[in-house]
T-cell receptor
């Protein structure tokens, strides 16, 4: 079954700790995205990648880092510099064949501070 | 940068009543997409509108794209409890990303 897998589902971060959220897709999509969702807010773009070994900052990249070493994988690291990391993190992907293709989302990771 | 305003933020309806959410942009849009996010879930793509004045239907859901391609609406006829969730519109950003509205959270009282 093709799809996007995010792990873990729940994650707790201690003060000063970096944590990494996993996102894997087997849809053969070129483009991948990370969004942050806070209660009552829409989805805000953190980072995105259109192709392997390349990625761009979104609207709220400060305190986050990503890598795109493989087409299937786009992990997000929430660094200690992100002072308010508690949120719901969503990974998405889409094909770049054809214009304006829809995004497919994973089930998300809920991150909280201990 | 590109922004899209979505209203209302919340809508509470009695089961069987209709529901409408609106998205507005100050600039002409090439297309607009609609997503639904169930409580505790992730956004799921519903539909994309591309043409000026386009109207598309999915069972009780009717999607419209304005003539000027600056606004769009999603209308649900005779809501059911299964319609509960947050409905987002999204427009294309300059780098192939999507820019989402803040969403309309729909609750349905049985």
């Amino acid at each position: 079954d093709g799809g996007i897998t995010q792990s873990p589902k729940y994650l707790f971060r201690k003060e000063g700790q970096n944590v990494t959220l996993s996102c894997e897709q087997n849809l053969n999509h070129d483009a991948m995205y990370w969004y942050r969702q806070d209660p009552g807010q829409g989805l805000r773009l953190i980072y995105y990648s259109q192709i392997v070994n390349d990625f761009q900052k979104g609207d709220i990249a400060e305190g986050y880092s990503v890598s795109r070493e493989k087409k299937e994988s786009f992990p997000l690291t929430v660094t200690s510099a992100q002072k308010n990391p508690t949120a719901f993190y969503l990974c998405a992907s889409r094909t770049t064949s054809g214009s304006n293709q829809p995004q497919h989302f994973g089930d998300g990771t809920r991150l909280s501070i201990l | 940068g590109q922004q899209v305003m979505q209203i209302p933020q919340y809508q509470h309806v009695q089961e069987g009543e209709d529901f409408t959410t609106y998205c507005n942009s100050s600039t002409t849009l090439s297309n607009i997409q609609w997503y639904k996010q169930r409580p505790g879930g992730h956004p799921v793509f519903l539909i994309q509108l591309v043409k000026s004045g386009e109207v598309k239907k999915q069972k009780r859901l009717t999607f419209q794209f304005g003539e000027a391609k600056k606004n769009s609406s999603l209308h649900i006829t005779a809501t059911q409890t299964t319609d509960v969730g947050t409905y987002f519109c999204a427009v294309a950003g300059s780098q192939g990303n999507l820019i989402f509205g803040k969403g309309t959270k729909l609750s349905v009282k049985p």
